[in-house]
């Protein structure tokens, strides 16, 4: 009888060891899927996390909550989405998952929220870039002559156009200044 439960418990184990050492079925992605991160950190109740996606294309984020419960809110709208801002999200106990159009504006806020419920959640996340969608060379328009004379702007460009802007609008602001100072005196 002692035998036959030593025999039991050594089993249990082997097999505990063996689905430890080898990968799970959550592991096996499709091999048309490049992982391009992998984001791992810790968030307290309550608190929220953000990450910018910059990558163009269909993207997938798989998000583990390895301590507690972390949620995955995803914008392009906003850099900083929550769960009242979002456009994408995914708020299980566990295992998150949120695809991202190759359609949505870049940059892409991610958004990751520590529930209330735990006092801190410890989360991995990677990002991959699914292959399997075509990418269409016209879909973001043609190019024209303004816009390659944009890109071989100076770095500085979008600063002028930032303070000819500005310019702009103080011209105007002193010019209604004039205008309320002439109707008063």
Known sequence: MMLS?????????????RSFLSPSEDDSFPEEWVLLHVVQGHIGAG???????NHDGRIILHMQSLKGDADLYVSDKT???????YK???VTCGHDVVVVPGEFARPVGIGIYGHPS??????E?????????PQDP???GSYSSEDEHKQSKSPHAAEEDFQE????????LIGLLKIILEILF
């Open 5 to 17: 439960c030593s025999t039991l418990v050594f089993a249990l184990l082997l097999s505990q060891a």
């Open 47 to 53: 608190n929220y996390s953000y990450l910018r996606l």
């Open 79 to 85: 850099l900083r989405p929550s769960f009242d801002t």
């Open 88 to 90: 994408l999200q995914s």
């Open 118 to 123: 735990h006092k801190e959640s410890e989360f």
């Open 125 to 133: 996340m990677r990002v991959f870039y699914d292959q399997t969608v």
């Open 138 to 140: 016209f879909e973001k």
């Open 165 to 172: 802007e500005e310019s702009i609008l103080w011209t105007i």
